[in-house]
T-cell receptor, first 119, second 114 residues
Framework: AQTVTQSQPEMSVQEAETVTLSCTYD???????LFWYKQPPSRQMILVIR??????QNATENRFSVNFQKAAKSFSLKISDSQLGDTAMYFC????????????????FGKGTKLSVIP | DGGITQSPKYLFRKEGQNVTLSCEQN?????MYWYRQDPGQGLRLIYY???????QKGDIAEGYSVSREKKESFPLTVTSAQKNPTAFYLC?????????????FGAGSRLTVL
């Protein structure tokens, strides 16, 4: 079974500054996907960024980027130029790759980090 | 616009009653999922379905039941056997093509047992 650990229950950052959220995971799989989801006060889960484990290049999406360290099983999220709208719970999640194509592709989530952006 | 619709948004239930949460998607996605979220916890998988008329238990299926009679619909019934049903419930779907392994979520349903 896979586990996902987010060691920072809460964080805060000044508007326009940069913040990094940590995530580690435990798996014996070699092929998998990693995700960061954002849950604002509306509670809608929104995909922030996605990384395939076989890709060495770190994924980026505008102000969001990841630092993927496969050997260390670490997947941190960096938010640059923080904005008030970034205030949310952030969840790191793991998905096993199913080579047969018939697997569940279910997500295993960490417990989340509550990020507050301060004006 | 395509998306996932969950209803009702808020639901109150008396102890001993069954309640059904609706989840409908118009994304033409094959797989659908139900997750439960509790304060201070991540999301935990209740049930999932890869195709119509087939579904599998997740990590916390006890006290819940589902059906998948149509591709678009995946309702969740919270039965009286669920010991602590007060929670936030999220439905998600996934398109079953290689590489597109992203789950899209609905807005959620908040269930409170009185």
């Amino acid at each position: 079974a896979q586990t996902v650990t987010q060691s920072q229950p809460e964080m805060s950052v000044q508007e326009a500054e940069t913040v990094t959220l940590s995530c580690t995971y435990d798996t014996s799989e070699n092929n998998y996907y990693l995700f960061w989801y954002k849950q604002p006060p509306s509670r809608q889960m929104i995909l922030v960024i996605r990384q395939e484990a076989y890709k060495q290049q770190n994924a980026t999406e505008n102000r969001f980027s990841v630092n993927f360290q496969k050997a260390a099983k670490s997947f941190s999220l960096k938010i640059s130029d923080s904005q008030l709208g970034d205030t949310a719970m952030y969840f790191c999640a793991f998905m096993k790759h199913e080579s047969s194509g018939a697997g569940s592709y279910q997500l295993t989530f960490g417990k989340g980090t509550k990020l507050s952006v301060i004006p | 616009d395509g998306g996932i619709t969950q209803s009702p948004k808020y639901l109150f239930r008396k102890e001993g009653q069954n309640v059904t949460l609706s989840c409908e998607q118009n994304l033409n996605h094959d797989a659908m999922y139900w997750y439960r979220q509790d304060p201070g916890q991540g999301l935990r998988l209740i049930y999932y379905s890869q195709i119509v008329n087939d579904f599998q238990k997740g990590d916390i299926a006890e006290g819940y039941s589902v059906s998948r009679e149509k591709k678009e619909s995946f309702p969740l019934t919270v039965t009286s056997a669920q010991k602590n049903p007060t929670a936030f419930y999220l439905c998600a779907s996934r398109r079953d093509i290689t590489g597109a392994n992203v789950l899209t979520f609905g807005a959620g349903s908040r269930l409170t047992v009185l």
